[in-house]
């Protein structure tokens, strides 16, 4: 299965910006990447999904309008676009990969197979 690697985390004051990526080690053509995040003390949470196969995207209600996902094919690539950050949104961030026509659930993670090491983000003044 692809391995992915996170990246981009950081500290940033509420209402900044952050772009997390999420490398692969090989096409990502078969997979849904999707990314999730777990803040101290809860659940783990997904926070949007996409594919190319179908233009599918997801997005969860807590970072829709805030949050783009988009994917470089070329590079093997997805990236996740964070405007207006909160501090609600302080958690490890994790992208994962799932196979098309496989069944998965974005929102729950379920199906997803091969996850990241995840990176830390931090919203705080």
């Known amino acids: 299965q692809v391995q992915l690697v996170e990246s981009g985390g950081g500290l940033v004051q509420p209402g900044g910006s952050l772009r997390l990526s999420c490398a692969a080690s090989g096409t990502l053509d078969p997979y849904a990447i999707g990314w999730f995040r777990q803040a101290p003390g809860k659940e783990r949470e997904g926070i949007s999904c996409g594919s190319d196969s179908n233009s599918f995207t997801w997005y969860a209600d807590s970072v829709k309008g805030r949050f783009t996902i988009s994917r470089d094919n070329a590079k093997n690539t997805v990236y996740l676009q964070m405007n207006s950050l909160k501090p609600e949104d302080t958690a490890v961030y994790f992208c994962?990969?799932?196979?098309?026509?496989?069944?998965?659930?974005?929102?729950?993670?379920?199906?997803?197979?091969?996850w990241g090491r995840g990176t830390a983000v931090a919203v705080s003044s």
């Open positions: 994962a990969a799932a196979v098309i026509g496989g069944g998965y659930v974005c929102s729950a993670g379920r199906g997803f197979g091969s």
